[in-house]
Every structure is written in C-alpha cells, then in structure tokens.
C-alpha cells in the first residue's frame, strides 16, 4: 500500500486530528527525504533558530534582572551550539550534495542521515537542558553528539574511501572527512570536560573545533567555490568574498589579541556568510534555478554581518559590552529565522524529476 497516495473519502477510523496531521506530515518528510541535503539543512535550520532564540534569551534575561542559572556563559554557550550543532549539519548538507559532483557516484541517500541527525538534535536537546540543571545531562547531551557526528564522519569517510578512484582529481573530501571527525572527538572531549568540571579542557576542546574542525569543512567548501566566484560586484560575490574576509579576521584575532573572542567572526560572519551563501544556491541550482541572492537573502545576510560586527566588538570595549552583545543578539535571531522560514519553500518542494 502506497501510503502517499490520497485514500477514499469515507469516516475516518480514528482521530481525524491525527489522520489529517498524518497526511500533512508525509508529504513534507517524503519532500526532506528526496535528497540528503535538504534533511541536514531543516535540522540545521531548526537548530540555528533555536541557538539564536537561546542566546538572545540569556542574553537579555540579566538586562531584566532575572538572571539564568547557567553551567557556561551565554557567548560560551552559543558558540558550542553553533560550532557542534547548526553549522556541522548545514556543511553535513553541502557535503553530501557536492560528494556526488566531486566523485562522480550516485547521490546518497537521505535516510542514511536520519539516525546522525537525530543524535546531533537529541543530544543539544538534553545539553541545553543540562547547562541550566547540571553537568550530568549536560555531559550526555554532549556524548551522543558526539555519537551523531562521528556517523556523519563514518558516512562522508566511506563514500570517499568507495569512489575515490572515480574522481576526476583530488577532491576536498578527505578534509572535510577529517574535520567531522575533529568535531566529534572535541565534542567527547566537551562531555567529558563538562562531567570532570574542568573549563580548561572544554575551552581547549572548544578551540580545537573551531580550528581543526569548523575551519578544515569551511576550507573544503571554499575550495570549490573558488573555481567559480561570482563577480565582485554582485550578492553572492560579496558573500563568498566575505566568507575568506571573516576567517582572516578570526584568524589573526586570536594570533594578535588575546582578549578578543575569534568564535564570534568565525560562527557568525565566516560560517554565517558560507552557509547562507552555499545553502541557498544549493537549493535553487537543484531547482534548475538561476544561482542568486535575492532581497529577503541578501536582507538576513547584511543582520548577519553586523551581528557579527557587533559580538566581535563587544569583548574588546568593557564600557559598551553588554549592549553590543545584545544587540548582537538579536540582529543575528532576526537574521536567521527570516533566512531559515524564507528556505522552507525550496526544502519543501520536490526536485525536477522527483
């Protein structure tokens, strides 16, 4: 029996509540589920929207004078959201779209990523019930991340190790291959600091997926787009160059000011840029769509560049600290809930062909 097919009008043998969200969910999964990519991008989505809800809710709950209970300080907090959650599962999404292209294999299934999502979603779940409760929920949380980037690791590995030999040259796959699996080990690395109650490590465990995780996937991806830049002067130009101006500027933070906060250019305004660039021409290329950056886009981009502006500036001016961060705050929860509800219609829909 075809489950999607419409079934004969007649009484509904049980809550018709529950038939009518039935049908309306299959549909929309069948939709996700017709390529990887658009399954990493909703959970990604899903968790970006979250990370900025978050953040700006601890950030302005001291302003109102009923402060959070907190394991980790809110900045602390947010960059391991966006640095083992979100961001892992958007690049997660463009590996799997682009791993076809760069091997020349047949395109992956998305059911495959069904178990390394759910444990990546799960696992920030109870991590985020954690860090306001206690190190143990926290510490779990963080394992089975851990757990759920690894598979992703597993997956992304073994495609490459099965077709490297029908690939045109060297690809970045191995790379990116490498990176998750840097992500994981820090993310076991955080659990165990978080149960141990030791911040030395989990800020260690945290640098190292910042640079040897994040920046080796970010690498991967930039190095194909580097063969085709869109001019200068256009929106995805910009964005692609902007992605490079970020790293460099997190880079040479964390080299020459040590008081500087490097998570904040290189989440917000390297990874921000990368991913809202990438993502959305991903979707309309699928679509046999023209690559651009329209105006809700490019909107969400600009919020987003000066989300990072501002969480960067905010550590180095103790005077205006707290209002940066808030204002920080909630220009990138404006930007990333316009970007995330303005791609749901490109995840939604089904792909020519489909």
Same mark, same amino acid.
């Given at each position: 029996?075809?489950?999607?097919?419409?079934?004969?009008?007649?009484?509904?043998?049980?809550?018709?509540?529950?038939?009518?969200?039935?049908?309306?969910?299959?549909?929309?999964?069948?939709?996700?589920?017709?390529?990887?990519?658009?399954?990493?991008?909703?959970?990604?989505?899903?968790?970006?929207?979250? =990370? =900025?809800?978050?953040?700006?809710?601890?950030?302005?709950?001291?302003?109102?004078?009923?402060?959070?209970?907190?394991?980790?300080?809110?900045?602390?907090?947010?960059? !391991?959201?966006?640095?083992?959650?979100?961001?892992?599962?958007?690049?997660?999404?463009?590996?799997?779209?682009?791993?076809?292209? +760069?091997?020349?294999?047949?395109?992956?299934?998305?059911?495959?990523?069904?178990?390394?999502?759910?444990?990546?979603?799960?696992?920030?779940?109870? &991590?985020?019930?954690?860090?306001?409760?206690?190190?143990?929920? @926290?510490?779990?949380?963080?394992?089975?991340?851990?757990?759920?980037?690894?598979?992703?690791?597993?997956?992304?590995?073994?495609?490459?190790?099965?077709?490297?030999?029908?690939?045109?040259?060297?690809?970045?796959?191995?790379?990116?291959?490498?990176?998750?699996?840097?992500?994981?080990?820090?993310?076991?690395?955080?659990?165990?600091?978080?149960?141990?109650?030791?911040?030395?490590?989990?800020? =260690?465990?945290?640098?190292?997926?910042?640079?040897?995780?994040?920046?080796?996937?970010?690498?991967?991806?930039?190095?194909?787009?580097?063969?085709?830049?869109?001019?200068?002067?256009?929106?995805?130009? !910009?964005?692609?160059?902007?992605?490079?101006? !970020?790293?460099?500027?997190?880079?040479?933070?964390?080299?020459?000011?040590?008081?500087?906060?490097?998570?904040?250019?290189?989440?917000?305004?390297?990874?921000?840029?990368?991913?809202?660039?990438?993502? &959305?021409?991903?979707?309309?290329?699928?679509?046999?769509?023209?690559?651009?950056?329209?105006?809700?886009?490019?909107?969400?981009?600009?919020?987003?560049?000066?989300?990072?502006?501002?969480? &960067?500036?905010?550590?180095?001016?103790?005077?205006?600290?707290?209002?940066?961060?808030?204002?920080?705050?909630?220009? +990138?929860?404006?930007?990333? @809930?316009? +970007?995330?509800?303005?791609?749901?219609?490109?995840?939604?829909?089904?792909?020519?062909? =489909?």
């Amino acid at each position: 029996m075809n489950h999607f097919q419409p079934q004969p009008a007649g009484l509904p043998s049980g809550s018709f509540g529950g038939r009518r969200g039935a049908a309306i969910a299959a549909p929309s999964l069948r939709r996700l589920l017709a390529a990887p990519h658009r399954l990493a991008f909703a959970a990604g989505s899903v968790l970006l929207v979250a =990370a =900025a809800l978050w953040w700006a809710g601890v950030q302005l709950a001291p302003a109102l004078g009923r402060p959070l209970p907190l394991l980790l300080s809110a900045d602390d907090g947010f960059a !391991w959201l966006l640095a083992l959650g979100a961001w892992p599962l958007f690049l997660a999404g463009l590996l799997c779209a682009a791993l076809p292209r +760069w091997l020349g294999c047949p395109p992956l299934a998305a059911r495959l990523l069904l178990a390394p999502l759910g444990a990546v979603a799960g696992g920030w779940a109870l &991590t985020l019930f954690g860090l306001h409760t206690g190190h143990l929920a @926290a510490a779990l949380g963080l394992a089975a991340v851990a757990v759920g980037l690894a598979l992703l690791a597993g997956l992304v590995g073994l495609t490459w190790l099965e077709h490297r030999y029908h690939a045109a040259g060297p690809t970045p796959a191995p790379a990116a291959a490498a990176g998750l699996v840097v992500l994981a080990v820090a993310a076991w690395g955080g659990a165990v600091s978080l149960a141990l109650g030791q911040p030395q490590w989990l800020h =260690a465990a945290l640098q190292g997926a910042l640079w040897l995780g994040l920046v080796p996937l970010a690498a991967a991806l930039l190095h194909a787009d580097g063969r085709t830049l869109a001019p200068a002067g256009s929106r995805l130009g !910009w964005l692609q160059r902007s992605t490079w101006a !970020w790293l460099g500027t997190a880079a040479g933070l964390d080299l020459v000011w040590t008081d500087a906060a490097p998570a904040a250019p290189l989440l917000l305004g390297c990874l921000g840029s990368l991913v809202m660039a990438r993502a &959305t021409t991903e979707l309309l290329q699928q679509a046999n769509r023209r690559p651009c950056i329209d105006n809700t886009v490019w909107f969400s981009a600009i919020a987003a560049q000066l989300a990072a502006l501002a969480a &960067t500036l905010a550590p180095l001016w103790p005077a205006g600290g707290q209002p940066l961060a808030l204002l920080a705050a909630q220009f +990138w929860l404006g930007a990333v @809930a316009l +970007w995330a509800w303005h791609l749901r219609p490109g995840l939604l829909r089904l792909p020519t062909g =489909a």
